[in-house]
């Protein structure tokens, strides 16, 4: 069955099933996603999850506390490895934080159907991501009150940023992202926001949504003004995702330290940060679906999809690491190859190939489809590559850093109870935001799901008939 319009032909099959289950309504659609937000009993699950990432969240409290009062002293920062867990973290953080936006915005503009499950929880979980990595380089900066001094704003003292440098280039270039990210989030929320206002039981619930909802009504003027936000929106954020974290990787291309100095940087970062959002969509999705019982809305082609762009994205981190071995040999440069020899063979060498064990070999498992069919191996997989894109970057920061080019300043860095501390409490932070969001907020686009549901596009071409009639 197909309707015939001026612009294309639409039809009941045009969805296609493996991306919904089925038997799936209008109203069954809006009721399963809208009631793990609505329901009275919370899940006592939820209450474990969420205890836990407290008293995770509570012991990065008290490692910024010590941090404020006795500097960055407690870290294990020497001379010359200046930079280490901070920001490792930092970069992996920024990282994950890609995938929520690659999945909504450029994958919206390709116009692909199976973003629609994921993407708003990709969003949060951008947003929650970008936190943790905004906090890294205050906590840097040794003196974390004088933060402002980065931004150019006026002053008498003529103190103005240096703004040939790359670290803030970073601070414009995730801000705008965060910026943008949460805009993007919040606009496509706007809908779902007034399902929850006409279906809450809850009088305050009510008041709540009906004000993030911004009086919408779903009238033919709203929907014309927010396609058109969106839209403008995604274009804003598709070319963030690319600059975001090439301008991460240039704190590192444009220095002259061995194991840095490559042009190769800026995509093979790119590639690394999509390798691990995805990664660590996988994570998070796989356990949700199954607790909630939404297996019928993220199904596995869900997951075939993400495990495709795991391993085309892995391949080139792949082929960064070995240009890295190979411009080190071709190069010619004493200093270059003894850097490969150190992260190979020296302090750090079970750091290296442990990373190349989880961003090489294991995602090669998903060339086979039953592996990426089977749950938990799809769900070890994603966490080992997690774990492998960690360690990547310990490599890159630490390695670099601890062979200069004078023997006499080589030392060795050790990471202390508080670098350990405030990497662990940044991920109760991260899960805190995660579990909030799970019970306040849609973690599926309903109005976007029910555009999936088999005749919607008849009944949207009925709707936009009858209106071009009145």
């Known amino acids: 069955m197909t309707v015939e319009t001026g612009r ?7 969805v296609p099933p493996e991306i919904i289950g089925p038997g799936q309504t209008f109203e069954t659609v809006t009721d399963r996603i809208s009631q793990v937000v609505l329901t009275r009993e919370t899940p006592k699950g939820w209450f474990i999850g969420l205890g836990v990432s407290l008293m995770l969240l509570l012991l990065f409290i008290v490692s910024v506390g010590m941090l404020l009062a006795y500097g960055t002293g407690i870290w294990g920062l020497n001379i010359p490895v200046g930079w280490a867990f901070d920001i490792v973290n930092f970069v992996w953080w920024v990282g994950i934080a890609h995938a929520g936006t690659l999945i909504s915005a450029i994958l919206l503009l390709l116009r692909q159907k199976w973003r629609t499950s994921i993407n708003r929880f990709a969003e949060a979980m951008t947003l929650f991501a970008v936190s943790c990595a905004g906090l890294y380089p205050l906590m840097h900066l040794g003196r974390p009150w004088l933060a402002y001094w980065l931004l150019p704003y006026p002053n008498t003292m003529g103190m103005w940023p240096n703004f040939r440098s790359p670290l803030l280039f970073d601070v414009f270039a995730i801000s705008t992202y965060a910026s943008v990210s949460f805009l993007f989030w919040y606009t496509g929320l706007i809908p779902d926001l007034a399902t929850l206002r006409d279906r809450s039981q809850n009088i305050f619930g009510r008041k709540i949504y009906g004000i993030l909802a911004l009086g919408w ?28 974290h090439t301008i ?46 939404l297996e019928d809305f993220i199904t596995p082609k869900h997951l075939d999809n993400m495990a495709r762009v795991m391993l085309a994205t892995g391949l080139i981190v792949a082929y960064g690491y070995m240009m890295e071995a190979f411009m080190a040999w071709y190069s010619a440069n004493t200093y270059e190859r ?10 750090f060498a079970p750091a290296y190939w442990a990373l190349i064990f989880c961003n090489i070999l294991t995602p090669q498992l998903l060339w086979f489809k039953k592996v990426r069919a089977n749950l938990a191996s799809l769900w070890v997989i994603s966490i080992v590559v997690n774990v492998g894109m960690w360690l990547e970057r310990y490599v890159i920061v630490v390695t670099s850093l601890s062979r200069d080019f004078l023997p006499s300043s080589w030392f060795r860095f050790v990471p202390t109870f508080w ?22 907020l849609p973690m599926i686009s309903i109005f976007e799901m029910r555009t999936l549901v088999p005749g919607a596009e008849l009944k949207d071409e009925l709707h936009e008939a009858s209106e071009a009639m009145r």
């Not at 294309?8 to 045009?14: H, L």
């Not at 033919?220 to 995702?241: N, Q």
């Not at 590639?271 to 199954?290: C, E, N, W």
Request: charged share 10%.
């Open 8 to 14: 294309e032909s639409y039809g009941v099959s045009q």
């Open 217 to 244: 009504r779903g009238s033919a003027r709203h929907w014309e003004r927010y396609e058109t936000a969106y839209l403008l929106l995604a274009g804003l954020s598709t070319p963030l995702v690319v600059s975001v």
């Open 248 to 293: 991460v990787s240039f704190d590192f291309a444009v220095s002259v330290i061995p194991g840095w100095h490559a042009t190769i940087f800026p995509p093979y970062f790119v590639a690394g940060a999509i390798f691990s959002g995805f990664a660590m969509v996988v994570t998070l999705s796989i356990p949700i679906r199954k607790y909630y019982d």
């Open 338 to 347: 003894y850097m490969m020899y150190a992260r190979m063979f020296g302090h």
């Open 419 to 440: 670098d350990w501390s405030t990497f662990i409490g940044t991920l109760g932070l991260f899960f805190t935001l995660l579990f909030l969001f799970i019970r306040v």
